[in-house]
């Protein structure tokens, strides 16, 4: 059975330093994995999607790491903004028809 | 223009009563998902269908049902609503398959059930 975990499980720093989020998966047969941002009250965003033959994706100031064989992805964010501030989740897929979300990292970015 | 919508946004009801929530889907996917985030904010898959197939169903009470009247809609219907079911209830649809098949998330209907 896939387990997602991600750490920390919060996190706060000050504006401007570069920061990883981690994500671990208990079974590297996935078949993609994508990171999200939920806002306080809000939706999921889709910032990234690794397929499962790719090593890293960049978007911006972030990049997504994947190393499958050790499960395990980061989520590097460089230069740290106020606006950065949110819960950040890891979701691995599965099979066609099933997506495993981690607990989530919660980010403070202090101006 | 909106990917995944649903609606309401916001749902007060009562104990006992039945309630549906809706989800549309403009993106052409062929995989819509319902899932449960809980007061501790951890997602949690519900259901999954695919081509009207409903694929996988996560020890979710029989109270709950999806109903897909076509590839773009899955709606989710509640019947005899219990304390313990508000929370906040996202839709997402996806491409079946491997590779690139994105994820995208509705804005979540928060149920209170009082």
């Known amino acids: 059975k896939q387990e997602v975990t991600q750490i920390p499980a919060a996190l706060s720093v000050p504006e401007g330093e570069n920061l990883v989020l981690n994500c671990s998966f208990t079974d590297s047969a996935i078949y993609n994995l994508q990171w999200f941002r939920q806002d306080p009250g809000k939706g999921l965003t889709s910032l990234l999607l690794?397929?499962?033959?790719?090593r890293e994706q960049t978007s911006g100031r972030l990049n997504a790491s994947l190393d499958k064989s050790s499960g395990r992805s980061t989520l590097y964010i460089a230069a740290s903004q106020p606006g950065d501030s949110a819960t950040y989740l890891c979701a691995v897929k599965v099979s066609n028809d099933k997506v495993i979300f981690g607990p989530g990292t919660s980010l403070s970015v202090i101006p | 223009d909106t990917a995944v919508s649903q609606t309401p946004k916001y749902l007060v009801t009562q104990m006992g009563n039945d309630k549906s929530i809706k989800c549309e889907q403009n993106?052409?996917?062929?995989?819509m998902y319902w899932y449960k985030q809980d007061s501790k904010k951890f997602l949690k898959i519900m259901f999954s269908y695919n081509n009207k197939e409903l694929i996988i169903n996560e020890t979710v009470p029989n109270r709950f049902s999806p109903k897909s009247p076509d590839k773009a809609h899955l709606n989710l219907h509640i019947n005899s609503l219990e304390l313990g079911d508000s929370a906040v209830y996202f839709c997402?649809?996806?491409?079946?398959?491997?590779?690139?098949?994105?994820?995208?998330f509705g804005q979540g209907t928060r149920l209170t059930v009082v």
């Open positions: 997402a649809s996806s491409r079946t398959g491997r590779g690139n098949t994105e994820a995208f």
């Open positions: 993106l052409g996917h062929d995989t």
């Open positions: 690794i397929q499962s033959s790719q």
